[in-house]
């Protein structure tokens, strides 16, 4: 099993990105897909989760209406696309899946049962 993101980099504030995420080893059908970040010296924060067999999506209230997660079954691959993007959005951010997690439960609590290495998103001012 492994996770393996990509499509970090430096954007402006403003500029958008998308982060993927792809699998090997599983499929993302029955398992929750949450994204985490992180900064430098700061704790880890929760940005998005979408629950396992179609559930419903979860945001931190810092995304709201700027990230929003797709995936592209073909491709096993799971895709974060951050919109308007704000210098205070700059961290590592990185995938994760829990199995048979319809609501998202394990993201709240930060746990998990994979991750992958993360991206570094920097987002300039």
């Known amino acids: 099993v492994q996770l393996v993101e990509s499509g970090g980099g430096l954007v402006q504030a403003g500029g958008s990105l998308r982060l993927s995420c792809t699998a090997s080893g599983f499929t993302f059908d029955d398992y929750a897909v949450g994204w985490f970040r992180q900064a430098p010296g700061k704790e880890r924060q929760h940005v998005l989760c979408r629950g396992s067999s179609d559930g419903s999506t979860y945001y931190h209230e810092s995304v709201k209406g700027r990230f929003t997660i797709s995936t592209d079954a073909a491709k096993n691959t799971v895709y974060l696309q951050m919109n308007s993007l704000k210098p205070e959005d700059t961290a590592n951010y990185y995938c994760?899946?829990?199995?048979?997690?319809?609501?998202?439960?394990?993201?709240?609590?930060?746990?998990?049962?994979?991750r992958g290495q993360g991206t570094q998103v920097t987002v300039s001012s």
């Open positions: 994760t899946v829990q199995k048979g997690d319809h609501y998202c439960s394990a993201w709240v609590g930060m746990r998990y049962d994979f």
